[in-house]
């Protein structure tokens, strides 16, 4: 495949190139990128020894019993030092990865599930969510990723259905409390299939009924904190969802939903149009998306063949600037080519402030996959002033020309190239490369 090939793998499919990443790629990009999900690699370093989302959930658990001021405590002082090693951790792992595509799938899917630190209660939990529910699963089975998100104690809390309790439960008779349909909603909504997949206010309501019970062990009962099915707040009786009767069967019954929902045909639909906009384009041909949904119908929602089918369609390597970075792809791939170096809390700070924290997503939604949400005149001034700062502390490790051919050389028009080789010091020609349109871009 030609350079521009090897450039799409490393910046499409990966995370940028780091030092010799791109001539490692360039003798079978497709190969290379295969070879990264033949097998499961053992756990990051980076991710070695944080709490798990059970561990903390109880321990917020425990101080909400003790009083709101204690849980807030809590919240503020200790789960917010938890978040920031996690996004710290996450960040340094993507920067130093090896293995970039099974990265950036952990990265697609973590968004597509997103739980965000916007409900503080999540500090404490969001960067155990993409560790527990997501990254074990994204060469596996969507059935058994949708399955284990739902089942987070991260996921009950953000949308809420650790509270909802039957209307007609044994709890709910003696506690007149009622039905949250949060969870239900984003479920069908944005995790399975979409807002156009179908459903009605009716099936919300079904599917939030289905899914009453999975909540929260409690402190008094020794298993706070993780995920356990409490039939005292169950809804009785039979539901349906989306034309499909479910019998009375407790936790069954969510199972068997979120399986139903998981080989849903519009399920296959709204994956394959995420999944090629994600790697194809910001408006994916419709052949794309039908040649993927019908392949994640085929396989049963084979995460592993999804993400070799992409690999292997035409129209994800035509263009290898069609998609522009996020902030978070702009900052992992520049601290990538140039070698990180530095505070890691400012790290995070940079995300911040160009606008994509870890784990912050402004909604259940996640966070856009589409040019237009990422490129404006200020957020543009932001990237550069950022890539200047970068260029300054890397001058003395990388000369122009050779940064220049190891990351944009093979995408990079002539006006671009001359620029860079026309800088007057060595931290403005970094800082031109890092700036360029073709850097911005994957």
Request: charged content about 20%; proline content about 6%.
């Amino acid at each position: 495949m030609t350079q521009p090939g090897a450039f799409a793998a490393v910046n499409r499919f990966g995370l940028g190139a780091r030092a010799g990443e791109l001539a490692l790629a360039s003798g079978d990009p497709r190969g290379w990128l295969v070879a990264q999900l033949q097998a499961t690699p053992p756990q990051p370093s980076r991710l070695a020894g944080l709490a798990t989302g059970a561990q903390n959930m109880a321990q917020f658990q425990r101080s909400r019993r003790q009083g709101a001021a204690d849980a807030q405590r809590l919240i503020r002082q200790e789960f917010r030092t938890t978040y920031l090693r996690e996004a710290v951790a996450r960040t340094l792992t993507q920067i130093e990865a090896e293995s970039p595509f099974r990265e950036r799938l952990v990265a697609f899917w973590s968004n597509h599930f997103t739980v965000s630190v916007q409900r503080p209660t999540l500090l404490g939990l969001a960067g155990a969510f993409e560790r527990e529910a997501i990254r074990p699963n994204v060469t596996g089975k969507f059935r058994d990723m949708l399955i284990a998100a739902t089942r987070h104690p991260a996921m009950l809390v953000y949308l809420d259905n650790a509270l909802s309790v039957g209307p007609n439960s044994i709890a709910g008779s003696r506690r007149g409390r009622g039905l949250n349909e949060n969870l239900a909603r984003e479920i069908l909504e944005l995790h399975t299939v979409g807002v156009s997949g179908g459903y009605t206010q009716d099936d919300v309501r079904e599917f939030g009924r289905i899914l009453t019970g999975w909540s929260l062990g409690r402190t008094e009962d020794g298993d706070a904190g993780h995920y356990k099915f409490q039939r005292l707040i169950h809804e009785p009786g039979d539901k349906v969802l989306l034309g499909m009767r479910y019998a009375e069967a407790g936790e069954d019954e969510g199972v068997a939903a979120l399986t139903a929902l998981a080989r849903h045909p519009a399920t296959a639909t709204h994956i394959a149009l995420k999944f090629a906009r994600h790697f194809v384009a910001d408006q994916p041909p419709a052949a794309v998306v039908s040649r993927l949904a019908q392949l994640f119908r085929d396989s049963d929602g084979d995460l592993a063949a999804l993400s070799r089918a992409v690999i292997d369609t035409p129209e994800a390597w035509a263009n290898p600037l069609a998609k522009v970075k996020t902030p978070n792809e702009f900052v992992v791939s520049a601290l990538r080519a140039t070698g990180f170096a530095g505070d890691p809390e400012r790290l995070v700070g940079s995300l911040r402030v160009l606008g994509q924290a870890p784990f912050a997503a402004p909604s259940p939604a996640g966070w856009p996959d589409i040019a237009e949400q990422w490129i404006g005149p200020e957020s543009v001034l932001r990237r550069a002033e950022w890539a200047m700062a970068v260029a300054l502390r890397a001058e003395r490790a990388h000369r122009p020309d050779a940064f220049f051919a190891a990351t944009i050389g093979p995408v990079a028009d002539a006006a671009t190239g001359a620029a860079i080789a026309g800088a007057p010091t060595a931290a403005e020609g970094l800082a031109l490369v890092l700036a360029s349109a073709e850097f911005q871009r994957r």
